[in-house]
């Protein structure tokens, strides 16, 4: 039973369009995390959060926001997609910071046109 | 800056064959960085294949191998003898302080 949960797992989106990507974890797991993977890039992090009501940029959150209203869910939002943000994106959880083991979704493929 | 890099691929390699695939790592910021191997098998999300968080120790998982060198900053990863089940995509990670930085990921194939 999948512990990381993301929806959608496929969607189009228009430029200039709002679009959130959403995630939830049945790990109890304190910590989340946004990663997108490009050909050519391992997994970059956009934003993270240590708890509900908390969230901290990444290494490159321009065009990206985020919201953990709960310790289960996080979000994913991006106010006016581009066709740069067009990626695989995933979530992960994760517990304990000094073991760093994350737990991932099975990703949501993005396209901006 | 800390980074992680390993084999590009694709690496194609045939049934009951040994594998490695390198990685190495910089981490200028972490004092006491965890190293990681990923995999990611197709239509699915990253899983943990193996982690090792002290210095000169081994980890082990589902017949891969890989030993966490500091002095050549290195964290191959190893396996005597690959299954077509094990087609995937394998990514080093580094991690410390909550976060991971990961390399590029390396596809494995693995021919009949």
């Known amino acids: 039973e999948a512990a990381v949960t993301q929806s959608p797992r496929n969607k189009v989106a228009v430029t200039g369009g709002k679009v959130t990507l959403s995630c939830n974890q049945t790990n109890n797991h304190n910590n989340m995390y946004w990663y997108r993977q490009d050909t050519g890039h391992g997994l970059r992090l956009i934003h993270y959060?240590?708890?509900?009501?908390?969230?901290e940029k990444g290494d490159i959150p321009d065009g990206y926001k985020a919201s953990r209203p709960s310790q289960e869910n996080f979000s994913l939002i991006l106010e006016l997609a581009t066709p740069s943000q067009t990626s695989v994106y995933f979530c992960?959880?994760?517990?304990?910071?000094?073991?760093?083991?994350?737990?991932f979704g099975a990703g949501t493929r993005l396209s901006v046109l | 800056g800390d980074s992680v890099t390993q084999t590009e691929g694709p690496v194609t390699v045939s049934e009951s064959e040994s594998l490695i695939i390198n990685c190495t790592y910089s981490a200028t910021s972490i004092a006491y960085p965890n190293l990681f191997w990923y995999v990611r098998y197709p239509g699915e999300g990253l899983q943990l294949l193996l982690k090792?968080?002290?210095?000169?120790q081994k980890g082990s998982s589902r017949g891969f191998e890989a030993t966490y060198n500091k002095e050549t900053t290195s964290f191959h990863l190893q396996k005597a003898s690959v299954q077509e089940s094990d087609s995937a995509v394998y990514y080093c990670?580094?991690?410390?302080?909550?976060?991971?930085?990961f390399g590029l990921g390396t596809t494995l194939q693995v021919q009949p």
């Open positions: 992960a959880s994760g517990g304990d910071l000094s073991q760093n083991t994350l737990y």
């Open positions: 090792v968080i002290t210095a000169g």
């Open positions: 959060s240590y708890g509900a009501g908390s969230t």
């Open positions: 990670a580094l991690g410390g302080g909550g976060k991971l930085i």
